[in-house]
């Protein structure tokens, strides 16, 4: 097992990207954040944390989006839905989904088809902690990239947060 982040690098990161995304959406006054469920939760409740030292919490729109029932890669298992919460419309705004790793890009392509079912946004954007460069099965990539690694595909990469693991930490195994 390799640390790829540990807590403070995380950290370090997390800032980073929090700033990246104010650097190119400086009032997000036309930007949604949107987290996925269930793990980019993790990282977009510590990007939005970022942004609102900077910007004032009522101008941040930040939703949490479920898409257990638009993957295409998970088909005989029972499928536990987890809590979508947009109390906002997505219609014509720039729309940043955060995620804490990508990997095949299915997990994205199915978060498109879930953000369909909110309206038609102007522009989607990607912020990811971890991509797994040179694993993709579709053509997506990250517009923010917290850390690129290069695994072999029998590789995990685990992404543990404090709130749930009892530390904040990014391995390889």
Sequence with gaps: MKTVLNEQQIAITIKRLGHQILENHSDLENTVLIGIQPRGVYVSDQVVKEIQQLVPADKINYGK?????????VRNNLHVPNQT????????????????????GRT??????????????????????????????????????????????????????????????????
């Design 85 to 104: 919460s947009i109390n906002f419309s997505i219609e014509g705004k720039n729309v940043v989904l955060i995620d804490d790793v990508l990997w095949t």
């Design 108 to 173: 994205i392509r199915a978060a498109l088809d879930a953000l369909l079912d909110f309206g038609r946004p102007a522009k989607v954007e990607l912020c990811v902690l971890v991509d797994r460069r040179f694993s993709r099965q579709l053509p997506i990539q990250a517009d923010y990239v917290g850390k690129s690694i290069d695994s072999i595909i029998s590789q995990k990469v685990f992404v543990k947060w404090k709130a749930k693991d009892g530390i904040d930490e990014v391995v390889l195994q």
């Design 65 to 73: 989006l479920d898409i257990t029932f638009y993957r295409d890669d």
